[in-house]
């Protein structure tokens, strides 16, 4: 059985080269089990930064260059994948193959990692979601003075239940499919507070004041991938703001601080291991 799949597999690499190894794709993966925005990105970031059509694959299966970018999905390399922004979720987690080129990381905590189990890594940092402003940047009324972006696992939290119907504050579903409605929905506040980190690094990318919230110990991680990125823009954040039962609304309004991010977006599209179309190069 473990012969024929094996078999198997190699005749479906085979046929994704005859229809898909071309110039004009790239090959690459992200996390697609659950819809959730952070994931949903990929392929729409990098085909409107690139001008080239995307086709999903798997590195495990995939014997053949392949593409790692948004996500906390830099477990699943392997000796074929090219890594551009990526991240681990955990300090435990590790690549089983050492990647082909690692181009940029998330942030200083996954190259650490990478670092601890010799696999070389340069200090070039960032999310790919960072540069969401040149592909899409609307202008948008601010309707809300507070947008609430709870991670997939949170969606259902009673806490949420009490603003359904307050003018001021808009609940954000980070699962929705529209990558660019989703971001228009952002653009709509004043502020986000987040218990999604790609709520945060959107919130961010636009220059709205965020806020990292923590709804249940179900978000997995243990909080490494967004201390991951608040150090790759150096924001002090080191602890989330713990939601409780009854936490009041005013303590979210207080609990946010004037900052700007501070990272050099050129490193990392100078990084990328495809080209740019010249629009987008600063």
Aim: charged share 25%; proline share 5%.
């Amino acid at each position: 059985m473990k012969k024929i799949k094996i078999k198997i597999k190699a005749f479906t690499n085979k046929i994704l080269d005859f229809y898909f190894n071309d110039e004009d794709y790239i090959k690459l993966f992200w996390f697609n089990g659950t819809k959730n925005f952070g994931d949903l990105l990929n392929p729409v970031l990098l085909k409107e930064l690139t001008g080239k059509k995307i086709k999903f694959v798997k590195p495990k299966y995939y014997h053949h260059t392949n593409f790692l970018a948004v996500g906390s999905i830099l477990d699943v390399a392997s000796k074929d994948s090219i890594v551009w922004g990526s991240g681990f979720i955990n300090d435990e987690k590790k690549c089983y193959q050492t990647p082909k080129k690692i181009c940029a990381v998330r942030g200083p905590k996954t190259r650490e990692v990478l670092l601890s189990q010799g696999i070389d890594c340069p200090e070039v940092y960032g999310d790919p979601g960072l540069l969401l402003p040149m592909i899409y940047n609307p202008k948008k009324e601010k309707k809300y003075k507070l947008g609430i972006i709870p991670h997939y696992v949170d969606k259902n939290n009673p806490w949420l239940s009490q603003f359904e119907s307050d003018e001021n504050i808009k609940i954000i579903d980070i699962q929705n499919e529209n990558v660019f409605a989703f971001i228009d929905e952002v653009l709509s506040c004043e502020k986000i507070a987040s218990s999604s980190l790609h709520g945060i690094i959107t919130a961010d990318a636009y220059s709205i004041p965020s806020l990292w919230l923590e709804f249940s110990d179900r978000v997995v991680g243990n909080g490494f991938k967004f201390l991951d990125y608040f150090l790759s823009v150096n924001r002090i954040d080191s602890k989330p703001l713990i939601i409780k039962d009854d936490t009041d609304i005013s303590k979210l309004y207080s609990s946010f601080y004037d900052y700007k991010i501070d990272i050099d977006l050129n490193k990392l599209l100078k990084a990328a291991p495809f080209t740019i179309k010249n629009t987008f190069k600063f």
